[in-house]
């Protein structure tokens, strides 16, 4: 099969074995003989450990191992996994231990690990291992987190803040001085985990001939945990292989290092044998990453026509416990805000809080939904006290496609100036007004009213850094029997990867999707690799595809040049092989690697370089900007509070779409997501630190009876950035959804006055605000 | 074996209740008897005499029996709104009403209707009318040695007007509140008979008879509507949780009660 391979919907590289039941996630790898490991796992927020009885656990037949921090610490560097991006805003360095010592800081914390025969044996044994805690008093409130008589989250830190910065430009307190128009608000806004079919798990082996450990572990980033694992175990770095098998979906938290990673790898040396661990739904509520609670309190200073003029605050920022990945979540939320508007003066500081609960790190959007409602939520609030169209006070606000490319006055958190490469952000509100009928929607509102139904009418913008630099290597190499491989640092993490990869190869070497293979994920496929994140691996890892991929077609015309003697404006590939372009002379790709490889002794024909393998790294340090908007249509039952989605409207532009339908599927996603935020997920703590919603009956996920009609509109403003004009979209659809829908219920709502200053909003809560509204409207009439 | 166990025995029906509990290990019976082999739990039989439905017969089984839509409507009405439809090829009639969860729809129902539960035991057969099975929330009047056999529903004329109204934040959730209704209209078009279940937004399932009281011998007017609403209300006995306020609920199940009432005439109209 050849035929054009980008643009187009070619079928999945993953569907096959997928839909055969021959994936490979990291629980269907089973090396003889492994044990299974279970962690006991604090039970309390905050406390001291004064003792561990293991002895029961150990006496228990089929139990080979248990393991506390102190069994561990002869055989580690460190104990610490000091993962923090860095950032000059720190006050204090909060790294998590591998086990908890001498203090638990959040409920489910490791504290030690049992290595049994299975995990039912493990679990019993775990059940039998005594902790003994003295409960300390616990945060779990970013409200009152800082307050001098708080408690500390670790009980010897000064206090719970552990980063501050601020992100400022232009003279924000003399616009506020002068200008026309100011507001304030508070808004309180939650996110909850990640949730992926699949949760974290590992299975580690170390060989002690060649001393060489391997894990298959279930992350987003195989590079950074290979660098870790060294770093722990003292380990060379050829001396340490991972590999990520097929996963079952990532969305951020996987991306973070833990410490049941560290354990599973050393309990495997130490007791020379395979161990795994699966993590199951309630370890996921309770020890995978999540980002959970912001609260912003913002002023916004426009003039009378509705222009913005500066807008600054303060955000107060739920980190968890340790540091887990840094401050990038809040730095995403700031930079996110005057992304997609003209916004002149800024000045917004935020201050990251610890708080005894599971750390934070980035889930799909990484902190950049909470930027984009609150602007967005404001500019809906200009627009009613100024009496103007919500959508006209966007459209009077947004950067203006002429100003393309736009330098923004900041820079992203590695330091590189932002810079909003293309786009037409009004054409891209424009469209999905257009198709969601926004200026005929009026009627259908005021005829529903009629019959006692409220429909609302709700949209967000919203601009995204996508493609984080600097690099993902990939190495293009064509097999003996004539099959190109290609191998990166990237990982499919079930957003079709491996599809996208071999397109792009594809598109220089023959057109034939069956005779690429890819390899992701494996340490020992490309030394070098970051992984899958903000939205960045088809702008890295395809560009770098693209350049390896030109290079291997120069090279096999080259010699197929001088193998068929023929000029080599006169060959093409074509399928495996080259051929001379309109006749029957060819040479197969693998009689090409033969002829490269050389005989002993004989000269390469025409002294062409040996072999047939290109790797390229290309280094692009600015991020694309990918935008878009989203149009939501509701309809709320305003006595029992339930909010109906009835359709969504999303017009994107990522650039140049390698791939509609994968790019559909990201999209769509994201946007479940996005309805999950705006509706649905919440991880709620009690206030000494318990978590409550610690299964699928209590932490509610949009599922098929929440989904909307969703209309995608594709617009492509190819970036000038890379070679392929490709922008990332792994994470757009998340990003407006929570204020369009907002946005919507408080249209519907209209009649009543309710303002919404939260997401995600439940049923009760909105029910409360109904009532509060029409108590405050009869106080008026009366 | 239930008597020899002494207590450390469970008997295990869909296992949809019982399993989950076993998983976060906040129950580890040292036997399970499995009741899916007793033929003698399952089936639905209908006569003169009412509906009467085994134990172990699954929703699944519940739902497909379209006799039910006349011989107890209230029971296939609550079908629909029970979990989803994996949950409902193996979850039973008889672990639903023995696990006695406030929050779920059929003991509300069989206690609106009067219905009878079967129980045998080590001292024999006994038939418990629904309002005094139910103790408290997931407490029934079941001992250690009993099995639940079967549910029987009084016969239901064919002239009952009835409604069953819920409301989850999402379908197939345990819902905030629901109510089961029926009532009957009097020569006089009054309202007779009332019976009003609760489901959620109580501690054990039961029915409101001050609201019932409100509705009998009234035309089911506007007002009266109104004030067997407000009374539903205030009779419910909702207690704050992370999911909602006992406010919200309480406010709730007027809400439903007035829908379940309109739903319900507007039934009569269509006869
Ligand atoms: C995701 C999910 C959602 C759900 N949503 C709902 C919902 O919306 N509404 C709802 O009502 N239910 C819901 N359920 C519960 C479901 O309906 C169960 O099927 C039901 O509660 C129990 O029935 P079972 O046959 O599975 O009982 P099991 O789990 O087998 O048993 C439950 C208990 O009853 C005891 N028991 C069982 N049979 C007998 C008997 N004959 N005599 C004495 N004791 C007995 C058992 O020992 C056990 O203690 C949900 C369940 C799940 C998993």
């Known amino acids: 099969m050849t035929g054009k391979t980008i643009g187009v919907s070619v079928p999945r590289l993953e569907d096959l074995p997928l839909v055969r039941g021959a994936g490979r996630f990291v629980d269907d790898i089973h090396l003889p003989g492994a044990w299974e490991a279970a962690f006991v796992r604090s039970t309390h927020a905050h406390a001291l450990i004064k003792h561990v009885d293991t002895a029961a656990a150990l006496a228990l037949p089929g139990v080979y191992g248990v393991f506390v921090l102190a069994d561990l610490l002869p055989h580690v560097a460190t104990h610490l996994l000091a993962v923090g991006l860095p950032s000059p805003s720190y006050r204090q360095i909060v790294d998590r231990p591998i086990l908890a010592g001498e203090e638990v800081v959040y409920a489910g914390e490791p504290i030690a690990v049992v290595i049994a025969d299975n995990r039912y044996i493990a679990e019993d044994a775990a059940g039998l291992i005594e902790v003994d805690y003295e409960p300390l008093p616990a945060v779990s409130d970013i409200r009152n987190a800082l307050d001098e008589a708080a408690p500390r989250t670790h009980r010897n830190a000064p206090h719970n803040l552990v980063a501050e910065m601020q992100l400022a430009f232009g003279d924000v307190d003399a616009a506020f001085a002068s200008a026309p128009r100011t507001r304030s608000e508070q808004f309180f806004l939650h996110r909850g985990g990640s949730h992926s079919m699949e949760g974290r798990g590992l299975i580690a082996y170390f060989d002690k001939i060649d001393g060489i450990l391997t894990t298959y572990n279930s992350t987003q980033t195989p590079h950074a945990a290979k660098r870790l694992l060294c770093d722990i175990l003292r380990l060379e770095d050829d001396k340490v292989r991972v590999i990520t098998p097929d996963l079952g979906g990532g969305f951020g938290p996987k991306l973070v290092f833990y410490q049941e990673e560290a354990v599973v790898c050393l309990a495997a040396k130490l007791l020379g044998n395979p161990v795994k661990w699966i993590e199951d739904r309630r370890e996921h509520f309770i020890s995978s990453a999540q980002e959970r609670d912001q609260r912003w309190d913002v002023e916004i200073a426009y003039d009378h026509d509705g222009l913005i003029l500066g807008v600054r605050g303060l955000v107060l920022h739920d980190h968890g416990a340790y540091t887990a990945r840094g401050v990038n979540v809040p730095y995403g939320s700031l930079s996110a805000l005057p992304l997609a508007y003209e916004v002149p003066t800024y000045r917004m500081g935020v201050k990251l809080v610890l708080t005894n609960t599971v750390p934070v790190a980035p889930v799909r959007g990484a902190g950049q939904p909470q930027g984009i409602f609150v602007i967005e939520r404001l500019l809906d609030m200009m627009a009613d006290e100024l009496g103007l169209d919500r959508a006209e006070i966007r459209r009077r606000n947004l950067v203006p496609a002429e100003q393309m490319p736009r330098t923004k006055p900041f820079v992203t958190r590695g330091g590189i100036k932002v810079v909003m490469d293309s786009g037409d952000y009004p054409a891209s509100q424009q469209q999905a007004l257009d198709r969601a009928d926004w200026d005929g929607f009026h009627n259908r509102q005021a005829a529903a009213r009629t019959d006692g139904r409220y429909v609302g009418l709700g949209v967000a913008n919203y601009v995204e850094g996508t493609g984080r630099g600097p690099y993902e290597p990939v190495t293009v190499r064509i097999t003996n029997a004539g099959k190109v491989q290609v191998s990166s640092g990237a990982v499919a993490m079930g957003q079709s990867t491996k599809t996208m990869l071999a397109q792009i190869v594809a598109d220089q070497l023959g057109h034939d999707m069956d005779n690429i293979a890819v390899t992701t994920g494996d340490t020992a496929a490309t030394t070098l690799g970051f992984g899958g994140f903000n939205s960045r691996q088809t702008v890295l890892a395809g560009s770098s595809a693209h350049a390896a991929a030109i290079k291997m077609h120069d090279k096999l015309i080259k010699v197929s040049s001088v193998l068929l003697e023929v000029a080599e404006e006169d060959l093409e590939i074509y399928g495996n092989r080259v051929r001379v372009k309109g006749s029957d002379a060819e040479v197969s790709f693998a009689a090409i690697l033969q002829a490269v490889s050389g005989i002993p002794g004989f000269r390469l024909p025409d002294n062409i370089s040996p072999g047939l393998e290109f790797t390229e790294q290309v280094v692009i340090d600015p991020m694309t900007y990918a935008s878009g908007s989203a149009v939501a249509e509701v309809e709320v039952d305003i006595d029992t509070g339930h909010v109906a989605v009835h359709r969504i409207v999303f017009a994107h532009d990522c650039g140049r779409v390698l791939h509609p339908q994968i790019v559909d599927g990201q999209v769509l996603g994201g946007i479940m997501h996005g309805l999950g935020n705006a509706l649905f997920e919440r991880m709620i703590y009690d206030e000494n630190g318990q978590p409550i919603t610690t299964t699928f009956a209590d932490y509610l996920l949009a599922g098929a009876d929440e989904t909307p009609n969703m209309e995608l509109i594709h617009l492509s403003a190819p970036t000038p950035l890379n070679a392929l004009g490709i922008k990332g979209v792994g994470e757009s659809g998340v990003l407006p959804i929570p204020a369009a829908v907002i946005s919507a219920v408080e249209n519907a709502l209209s009649p009543f006055g309710v303002k919404i200053t939260q997401a995600p909003i439940s049923p009760p809560e909105l029910v409360a605000l109904i009532v509060a509204a029409r108590n405050r409207q009869s106080v008026t009439a009366s | ?271």
């Open chain 2, 1 to 271: 074996m239930l008597m020899e166990a002494d207590g450390e025995a469970k008997l295990l029906a869909g296992g949809q209740t019982l399993l989950p509990v076993m998983a976060f290990r906040l129950a580890a019976p040292a036997i399970l008897i499995d009741l899916s082999g007793v033929q003698e739990l399952k089936g639905i039989s209908i006569d003169d005499t009412g509906v009467r439905i085994g134990a172990m017969t699954t929703w699944r089984d519940i739902e497909d029996d379209q006799r039910l839509r006349t011989a107890a409507p209230l029971v296939s009405a609550a079908i629909e709104h029970i979990a989803h439809y994996q949950i409902r090829n193996r979850g039973t009639i008889g672990g639903s009403l023995s696990h006695a969860d406030p929050a779920a729809e059929m003991p509300g129902v069989v206690v609106a209707c009067d219905a009878c539960l079967e129980i045998v035991g080590s001292n024999g057969m006994r038939s418990v009318p629904a309002n005094e099975f139910f103790l408290g929330p997931l407490t029934t009047c079941l001992s250690a040695d009993e099995v639940l056999t079967a549910v029987r529903f009084p016969p239901w004329p064919a002239t009952r007007l009835w409604a069953f109204e819920e409301f989850a934040q999402r379908r197939g959730d345990f819902a905030y509140a629901g109510i089961a209704l029926f009532h009957e209209t009097g020569a006089t078009g009054l309202v007779e008979n009332a019976h009003i279940g609760l489901i959620g937004a109580t501690s054990v399932p039961r029915r409101l008879g001050v609201a019932e009281a409100a509705l009998n011998g009234r035309r089911l007017d506007g007002e009266t509507i109104a004030a067997a609403a407000q009374l539903a209300s205030s009779e419910a006995d909702a207690e704050d949780d992370i999911h909602a306020s006992a406010a919200y609920r309480k406010a709730l199940v007027g809400t439903l009660l007035e829908r379940a009432l309109k739903a319900a005439a507007e039934r009569a109209e269509a006869l």
